[in-house]
């Protein structure tokens, strides 16, 4: 098979990218993706946590956290990586985060030519459908209202949540637009969080660019359940080219695709470099380690990998906080059903139900049905349901460099224990209390939005089937942990400017560090407790990033230095990591590639053209 463009990876960035490319019904496109088709669940916000650790829907990496990490069972770092059509933007928790417009500005100091804000501000205004909302406040002439992605305010929105913002801006921070003109205020930006959703319904990337649009087209086509071995290269003298990939399809059968014009990888910033190593592509020691020939030594390759922690704060919030019982019915009756829930786990046997199960069952019913037909739910969002910026004073003057979610829930044991790994002994006195259904508790992430710690991803076998080793090196840099600190005793300030007669109790310190760290309830706690907290329970917002940046690997039109015919898109390409959720980023960077090659290839992209 031959085809003008092959795309590795229909994720964030990748699933735009075919779909851009594939409006010229003279150009053909092949989409090739690891995985399949979402699986219904997918669609429901609240039901994220459910994706990850699941084979069909998850890669299920794991990384070395270096310093920090202390908290989780086997010092191991749960890395969830997308593997559908979607990638990562159906297995998020769809939290749509541009990035402050100095994040975009200092890529072009860094030498990303055409990266700066004004440039990329249009592939994030064309991507949009910003729905109108009265909770939430909109700049509307920096927003799109009409692209492919929906991105909305939850309905309805949980009051817990619009005390957040409240308590923010009495801690200082005003409510405002935190993806428009809301990040030019110099105290920050407070708001309920917008999610990249449509009519309460996840809006990946599958659902926005390729479900019953762009997939019907004759020519796009798209391969699913196909793993990548490694690329086709052919060399004349000190040249490479890329013509084509070699995949093991869904039967185990290797196949192989060629390209005329340009094969470009979307695989992720896991999987973009995995990719290239495998095909020899990357540092030459390295490589020869792991029993792989070096046709291009490309030193850059998987290097300088950066993430986001958010070191989560739990606190007792009786009356305020929205539980897991309330949540329940929301789910459907399915959700309800033994050994967990009350109802019977063989729906046959729902015709004995009377009385309050019956009711339950009905209200249940109900609720699913006007969540599909309204989109109005309780589960129609993640629960990080609320977000504020702000800079600590120890950063970039260009950029924020906090960001505070806000969950008016306390989550479960198992998405904190099991989907994240957390040792939930060493957190918390007695997890099955808070973390039970009953629970009134909310939580807090404070994050470090512009980490200075970078970490590596390395080939550990030639086997594409191996996943690369990954070594995130979790505050290596001391100044991290500084500016984590600082967030923290920021959360701990809007926590005490809580709105209304009902207030939030105090933060409850894990008690090993309580007791570590002489630390008294009531008490303002240390910054060598605060360390301490980071150190032990920072996790990973799964926001890996710049494992193939521009001016190491990529030029600044994304083409890969030394391989003709080869170019990025994803992630990986960023040559710093944006302040803040980076999903919304990561599709622009599938808008701004298919600028970049329909400008290269004539390629007439009716979306970029009109």
Avoid at 395 to 415: K, R, S, V
Wanted: hydrophobic residues 40%; charged residues 20%; proline residues 7%.
């Amino acid at each position: 098979m031959a085809f003008d463009f092959v795309i590795i990876g229909g994720g964030s960035a990748g699933a735009a990218l075919a779909a851009r490319l594939s409006e010229d019904p003279d150009v053909t496109v092949a989409l090739i993706e690891a995985g399949e088709r979402p699986p219904e669940r997918e669609q429901m916000p609240i039901a994220c946590a459910s994706l990850q650790l699941d084979p069909e829907t998850d890669w299920m990496f794991t990384g070395d956290p270096g310093k920090g990490g202390l908290g989780f069972k086997n010092r191991r770092m749960p890395v969830p990586r997308g593997k559908m059509l979607g990638g990562s933007s159906g297995i998020n928790y769809m939290v749509f985060v541009r990035g402050h417009p100095g994040d975009f500005d200092n890529w072009e100091r860094l030498g990303a030519e055409g990266w700066s804000h004004q440039d990329i501000l249009p592939c994030f205004k064309r991507m949009e459908h910003v729905f109108d909302t009265n909770a939430a406040i909109i700049s509307r002439d920096l927003r799109g209202d009409a692209g492919p992605v929906g991105v909305s305010i939850r309905s309805p929105v949980i009051p817990a949540s619009r005390d957040f913002v409240a308590a923010a801006g009495a801690a200082g921070i005003a409510e405002g637009d935190y993806n428009g003109s809301g990040r030019f205020n110099p105290g920050g930006v407070a708001s309920l969080v917008q999610t990249n959703t449509r009519r309460g319904k996840r809006a990946s990337t599958f659902h926005a660019y390729l479900e019953d649009s762009a997939e019907l087209r004759p020519n796009l086509t798209i391969v699913t359940g196909a793993q990548v071995q490694k690329l086709i290269l052919e060399s004349e003298g000190n040249d490479l080219t890329a013509t084509g990939v070699e995949y093991r399809d869904a039967s185990g059968t290797i196949q192989s695709v060629h390209v005329a014009k340009e094969v470009i990888l979307s695989a992720g910033a896991v999987g973009s470099p995995h990719i290239l190593l495998l095909s020899g592509i990357g540092p030459r020691r390295e490589l020869e380690a792991a029993g792989i020939a070096c046709r291009l030594d490309l030193p850059g390759v998987g290097k300088r990998l950066k993430d986001h922690l958010f070191a989560s704060m739990y606190f007792p919030a009786p009356g305020i906080a929205l539980t897991g019982m309330e949540i329940g019915p929301s789910l459907g009756p399915d959700a309800l059903r033994a050994p967990a829930g009350q109802l019977p786990a063989d729906p046959a046997d729902d015709i004995h139900l009377t009385g309050e199960l019956a009711e339950l069952k009905a209200e249940a019913e109900r609720r699913l049905a006007e969540w599909d037909e309204t989109g109005s739910s309780l589960v129609s969002s993640s629960l990080y349901d609320g977000v504020c910026f702000f800079s600590t004073g120890l950063g970039d003057a260009f950029t924020h460099d906090a960001q505070i979610g806000f969950i008016p829930n306390a989550y479960n044991e198992d998405i904190i224990g099991t989907r994240s790994n957390v040792d939930l002994a060493m957190m918390m006195a007695d997890p099955s209390k808070t973390l039970a259904p009953d629970s009134e508790h909310v939580i807090f992430l404070a994050s470090n939005c512009v980490p200075r710690s970078e970490g590596e991803l390395v080939i550990a076998s030639p086997d594409p089937t191996v996943p690369p080793t990954i070594n995130f090196n979790y505050f290596s840099d001391p100044h991290d942990l500084k500016v984590m600190v600082a967030i923290m005793r920021r959360v701990i300030e809007i926590a005490a400017a809580w709105p209304g007669e009902k207030k939030l109790g105090q933060w409850l310190v894990p008690p090993m560090l309580a007791k570590l760290h002489g630390h008294v309830e009531g008490e303002e706690p240390s910054d060598a407790l605060l360390e301490n907290h980071a150190l032990h329970f920072a996790q990973t917002i799964y926001h890996l990033s710049c494992t193939c940046r521009i001016g190491t690997v990529v030029d600044p039109r994304l083409r890969v230095f030394g391989v003709n015919n080869l170019r990025i898109a994803d992630a990986s390409v960023m040559p710093e990591i944006p302040s803040g959720n980076i999903n919304a980023p990561s599709i622009m960077i599938g808008e701004r590639a298919a600028e970049l090659i329909s400008a290269d290839h004539a390629v007439r992209v009716m979306s970029h053209t009109g």
